[in-house]
């Protein structure tokens, strides 16, 4: 009996002084995540890329910007992919080194996909919440404007954008930023307005915390599965219009290249025999893009294990 | 007599419908949800309110707490009426009347841990309290309820619904409020967890002196914890009396069919001549019966019943009824007969 009440005293004071760690939902998605093999595979393809772009120019012999005059002119014999001239990944047509050019396209491109992306996170989420849970009248207000903005054809409105201000980075920014929010405000919106009406909102409203704060707090929260699902799917979105822009000769400029610009100047001499300076770049684009959607499928099914 | 800690009178709750394809200018119809609900209620008391399911009785709770819109009066102890009070305002009393809802598990946030879900009220009505303080009173607060404070880090779907019910109810409790709307509390929940959750509430009403008004389907519940009870029909007071006038002489034909239907604990009980059948469907909201709302399935219904509007009436037990009283035999033949017709 005495061992008995010793243990019994030593439960109760665990019982009471530890606090015990709870099991979010995140936690449940992230095991869920991490078993999945497809998605890990994309998101090791996905960090290697990152890596690549971030640390690529450490690795690279040759800069970006200089002409090796000694294959300038004779590309097509002198100058393929060799480890021992420094050209890892050959030239390209000017004699400059394509491994660092690709270095410097996938910079490009995963910064116009993860800016593109995250505009459309933030403003899509908090328009789309906004109008979703406030309804009425300001709802009906808000999604009339993005349906006007999205029937505008954005590509026309974009290839416009560049010609008139110029091509710069900035503006292909903005450009697409401009358009990207619109399908994750919808999207949100919808989300939201089946959140609106469950008891755990009504709960906080009865008791009186401020709008903001419910948006913020309540629906937000419960929506950021949806939206990093679509996220993860609107970076290569990004990506693909940048390279679209790109190959029609509007997107970045000389000296800065893209995936699309690297692919365009590939696919331009690919009849003299150069495939390398379009494989390269092409394969960097394809694993990229295999990898984001192999993630957000991952995401999609951690996230809502109910939907499969 | 003291004064109540809220007076109600001819509360109102309209809303209005328009079907789909309906043109902008065409007036839309109007559902009298709640249709004119008068009782008063006394610091500490608790009032069951029962009626069949689209009665109306969530839509009384949401009312007075000022999530949909209504008319009328609702008069708190301090003088104040409570209806159309600007969000500022009605702040004021929101610290006052608490909530606790009908499903367990969807009135909690899932992305929120359970100390945060608890400690909402608190931060939104005294926004200066340290975050020390908070956490010990969600403490405190989880222990009255039965819950162990060590379980603060959890999320709610890592407890059982009983235990989310009182996560619900510590929610409620937390800023000290004097009164608690249930709006059917228990009805998601197993019979043994029920008594729990009813004897929780009913005990923690005793120690802290609170009001409860106690909405619920459950009639046998209801006598359990009420004090008085009132009986809805349609969006209309049928009767309001002590729990113990009313469950053992029913004046209202309708409470007394009501009643009929109530289970019996003994196996030897037979159902079948005791209860006493209602023909038909409760009628639609949107186009009530002229007259008392009850005298399309009312078995003693008259001329008088179609043309004229009962008024609640009674000192203590009040029945809104031309003709109260008991049924008698013939009556419930009747009812028999037309609804095996």
């Excluded at chain 2, 001819?10 to 394809?21: A, S």
């Amino acid at each position: 009996m005495v061992i008995e009440q010793e243990k019994m005293q030593r439960l109760a004071t665990r019982m009471v002084e530890e606090e015990v760690k709870g099991r979010s939902p995140w936690a449940d998605a992230r095991k869920r995540f991490l078993r999945n093999k497809a998605a890990m595979a994309g998101l090791v393809i996905l960090i290697l890329v990152a890596l690549f772009a971030l640390f690529g120019d450490m690795l690279a012999v040759w800069s970006n910007e200089e002409l090796d005059f000694s294959v300038m002119g004779q590309v097509a014999t002198m100058g393929a992919p060799s480890l021992e001239n420094g050209h890892y990944f050959g030239t390209d047509d000017l004699g400059r080194d394509l491994f660092s050019r690709t270095v410097q396209g996938t910079q490009i491109s995963l910064m116009v996909g993860i800016v593109g992306a995250g505009i459309a996170v933030i403003v899509g989420t908090l328009y789309g919440a906004t109008a979703g849970y406030v309804g009425g009248r300001t709802d009906q207000f808000m999604m009339r404007a993005v349906d006007i903005l999205m029937s505008v054809p954005y590509m026309f409105v974009l290839i416009l954008l560049l010609v008139m201000f110029g091509r710069s980075i900035a503006m292909l920014f903005l450009g697409i930023g401009l358009i990207s929010w619109l399908e994750m405000s919808r999207i949100v919106r919808g989300q939201t307005l089946s959140l609106k009406n469950r008891e755990f909102i009504e709960a906080a409203r009865a008791t009186g915390v401020s709008t903001w704060k419910i948006i913020i707090r309540h629906i937000v929260p419960n929506l950021l599965g949806v939206v990093a699902v679509y996220a993860t799917l609107l970076v290569p979105l990004m990506i693909l219009t940048e390279s679209f822009i790109s190959f029609l000769g509007l997107g970045v400029q000389e000296p800065l290249t893209s995936w699309g610009a690297l692919i365009s100047e590939g696919a331009g001499t690919m009849n003299y025999g150069t495939l390398w300076q379009l494989a390269f770049p092409l394969f960097f684009f394809v694993i990229t893009l295999f990898g984001f959607f192999f993630v957000g499928d991952g995401l999609r099914d951690a996230l809502d294990p109910k939907d499969r | 007599m003291t004064r109540p800690l809220l007076d109600v009178r001819d509360l109102r709750v309209t809303f209005h419908i328009r079907r789909e394809g309906d043109l902008p200018w065409t007036q839309p119809r109007e559902l009298h949800a709640v249709g004119g609900v008068d009782f008063s209620l006394a610091p500490g008391e608790t009032l069951g309110v029962v009626g069949e399911s689209g009665c109306g009785k969530s839509t009384l709770a949401r009312a007075l707490i000022g999530l949909v819109p209504a008319e009328g009066q609702a008069e708190w102890i301090d003088g104040k009426d409570l209806i159309g009070l600007s969000p500022r305002q009605m702040m004021k009393y929101r610290n006052d009347i608490q909530m606790v809802f009908q499903d367990p598990l969807a009135s909690l946030n899932p992305r929120m841990t359970v100390g945060q879900i608890i400690a909402e009220p608190l931060t939104t009505h005294h926004p200066g309290l340290k975050r020390a303080e908070v956490k010990e009173r969600v403490k405190a607060m989880m222990e009255k309820v039965g819950l162990l404070p060590n379980q603060i880090n959890r999320y709610p779907h890592e407890f059982s619904g009983g235990q989310c019910q009182r996560i619900g109810i510590a929610r409620a409790l937390i800023v000290e409020p004097k009164l608690i709307i249930c709006d059917e509390p228990v009805s998601a929940l197993d019979v043994s967890i029920q008594a729990q959750v009813i004897n929780l509430l009913i005990r923690l009403q005793r120690e802290l002196g609170l009001a409860l008004i106690f909405i619920a389907h459950d009639l046998s519940v209801v006598k359990h914890i009420s004090d008085r009870v009132m009986v809805l029909y349609l969006g209309r007071v049928m009767e309001i009396a002590s729990s113990d006038d009313l469950y053992a002489a029913p004046q209202h034909p309708y409470t007394q069919a009501l009643l009929s239907a109530v289970p019996v604990p003994d196996p030897a009980h037979d159902m079948a001549a005791s209860v006493v059948p209602l023909a038909g469907d409760l009628p639609s909201p949107l186009a009530p019966p002229s007259g008392c709302v009850f005298r399309t399935r009312c078995p003693r219904a008259t001329e008088r019943c179609a043309a004229e509007v009962p008024v609640l009436s009674g000192a203590g037990h009040q029945t809104a009824c031309h003709f109260p009283g008991p049924l008698t035999e013939a009556e419930i033949a009747f009812a028999r007969r037309t609804e095996a017709a």
